[in-house]
Nanobody
Framework: QVQLVESGGGLVQAGGSLRLSCALS????????VGWFRQAPGQERAFVAA????????YYEDFVQDRFILSRDNAKNMVYLQMNSLKPEDTAVYYC?????????????WGKGTQVTVSS
């Protein structure tokens, strides 16, 4: 089992920044990739970005390209999502998830989410 806890959400004005954190615990040695997702009211959960735990690779959805930056600290089992130039449409609950499959992205473990609200 892998446990994930998100933090860092809050209320910010458009154009501002937030840094979300995802703390992993449990069988973290089994994690290959950590992803971030978001869910806005009335919408389905959507992929935002992901970072490999075994290589320097990062992946970003087009709508956050050049605004959001992923980083990780393997020693602390932490993943960070730096969000810059925030827009009202970025308002959502943000979740981190862990994948333990080396061949494909199967998001087995999820945190409970952190609310991000961007005011115009």
């Amino acid at each position: 089992q892998v446990q994930l806890v998100e933090s860092g959400g809050g209320l910010v004005q458009a154009g501002g920044s937030l840094r979300l954190s995802c703390a992993l615990s449990g069988r973290t040695f089994s994690v290959f990739t950590v992803g971030w997702f978001r869910q806005a009211p009335g919408q389905e959960r959507a992929f935002v970005a992901a970072i490999s735990f075994t290589s320097p690779s990062t992946y970003y959805e087009d709508f956050v390209q050049d605004r959001f930056i992923l980083s990780r600290d393997n020693a602390k089992n932490m993943v960070y999502l730096q969000m810059n130039s925030l827009k009202p449409e970025d308002t959502a609950v943000y979740y981190c998830a862990a994948n333990t499959d080396a061949e494909s992205w199967v998001w087995e473990y999820w945190g409970k989410g952190t609310q991000v609200t961007v005011s115009s």
